[in-house]
């Protein structure tokens, strides 16, 4: 099987979570394959740039989970939907046209070091794409922390009432002890709970 990990907005393929990931089935899971593509900051060209990935990695793998933080936690959702993936979700951002309208401006991803503006008609993309998200609830795992400072996790609770949630306390946005449940993350994209 293949693991993906779609990363969240102004991030990249070397996020902490990427790497703890990367390094675990590394050093834990030789029967896995692993990859974290970067993708373009701006909605559009995102998700085009996403399809297009997933397009050609089908192709070559049989087996896909996904595992998406954030503003990644959003695509997989919307990937999920389209290829029929199973996806673990963290702190992921629900209907991000509400948190990207106070984000209108000028960016650097610290990340990635690409420069970019967010753009008012950009938020009518997030609007459409969310509109079109439709995914299967068993497919989907999310794990929420409630010290998340970035996104409204009850909005997750409602989005996601359907699919198997883990509400955890504490924590915060980037998913504090991610490596804690690696193991379990595995087993559901693998189905093996």
Known sequence: MHICYIHGFLSGSAAVKSTILKN?????????????????????????????????????????????????????????????????????????????????????????????TLKPQM?????ELDASITFNPCKIKVYLQDGDEVLDYKKSLAFYDKSEIVLMHGGCHAFTDFIDI?????DFLENKN
């Open 24 to 116: 675990y089935i590394k050093e834990n899971r030789s029967d896995l394959t692993f990859s974290a593509p970067d993708f373009p900051d701006t909605p559009k060209e995102a998700h085009d740039a996403l399809i297009a990935y997933f397009e050609n990695l089908t192709k070559k793998y049989e087996k896909i989970g996904l595992v998406g933080s954030s503003m990644g936690g959003f695509f997989s959702t919307l990937l999920s939907g389209v290829f029929g993936f199973r996806a673990v979700l963290l702190n992921p951002c629900v209907h991000p046209q509400d948190y990207f309208q106070n984000l209108i401006g000028d960016h650097v991803n610290t990340v990635t070091g690409e420069r970019f």
């Open 123 to 127: 938020l009518d993309t997030l609007k």
């Open 182 to 186: 690696v193991p379990e993350v595995l």
